[in-house]
T-cell receptor, first 113, second 117 residues
Framework: SAVISQKPSRDICQRGTSLTIQCQVD?????MFWYRQQPGQSLTLIAT?????????ESGFVIDKFPISRPNLTFSTLTVSNMSPEDSSIYLC??????????FGSGTRLTVV | AQTVTQSQPEMSVQEAETVTLSCTYDTSENNYYLFWYKQPPSRQMILVIRQEAYKQQNATENRFSVNFQKAAKSFSLKISDSQLGDTAMYFC??????????????FGKGTLLTVNP
């Protein structure tokens, strides 16, 4: 299965600033997914990122707040913009590997103060 | 839209015993995948087991097995010979198998399993 390197693993940010999270995959994948996991909650899909096209956002998530880049088949970034304490969460990227297995990055724990 | 329900927010089990985590789902899809993921305190999401809806045989991975009841839309996870390292949050998840871009996972709220020595 694919191996994903996600950075940073954690960060503490000031409100009003932005943070960019990176995911690097060790193989080419068509779709990458970005999830948010709020404290003590389950995972919620933010958007699906395909290479060469605009990301598709889920209800409640907008591009101005969570811009996504997908410059090639092995890399993607998610930016959390104009952060507030409510954005404090774990953010995870995911890909579909062979045999329909979903692989996740190790997550980014974001704290906004 | 799909929904996944895990009715047990927390469970505990003694080491070496067996525990079953419950999951039900709702969908109008006929072909789909079901998953159990484990998330230890390290927050890494680890695939425990996967079931294809078109397969009647229940999936098994070492100490982990599922009881898949398609008509009842039920997908429980049985952990045998529980180990301390099984302590984690367990998420049940659903994905349609309808092609295109509709591959996203829908997760349940999770069950926190604690294995006691």
């Amino acid at each position: 299965s694919a191996v994903i390197s996600q950075k940073p693993s954690r960060d503490i940010c000031q409100r009003g600033t932005s943070l960019t999270i990176q995911c690097q995959v060790d193989s080419q994948v068509t779709m990458m997914f970005w999830y948010r996991q709020q404290p003590g909650q389950s995972l919620t899909l933010i958007a699906t990122a395909n290479q060469g096209s605009e990301a598709t956002y889920e209800s409640g998530f907008v591009i101005d707040k969570f811009p996504i880049s997908r410059p090639n088949l092995t890399f993607s970034t998610l930016t959390v913009s104009n952060m507030s304490p409510e954005d404090s969460s774990i953010y995870l990227c995911s890909v579909i590997g062979s045999n329909y297995g979903y692989t996740f990055g190790s997550g980014t724990r974001l704290t906004v103060v | 839209a799909q929904t996944v329900t895990q009715s047990q927010p927390e469970m505990s089990v003694q080491e070496a015993e067996t525990v079953t985590l419950s999951c039900t789902y709702d969908t109008s899809e006929n072909n789909y995948y079901l998953f159990w993921y484990k998330q230890p305190p390290s927050r890494q999401m680890i695939l425990v087991i996967r079931q294809e809806a078109y397969k009647q045989q229940n999936a098994t991975e070492n100490r982990f097995s599922v009881n898949f009841q398609k008509a009842a839309k039920s997908f429980s996870l049985k952990i045998s010979d529980s180990q301390l390292g099984d302590t984690a949050m367990y998420f049940c998840a659903f994905s349609p198998y309808s092609g295109g871009s509709n591959y996203k996972l829908t997760f349940g709220k999770g069950t926190l399993l604690t294995v006691n020595p």
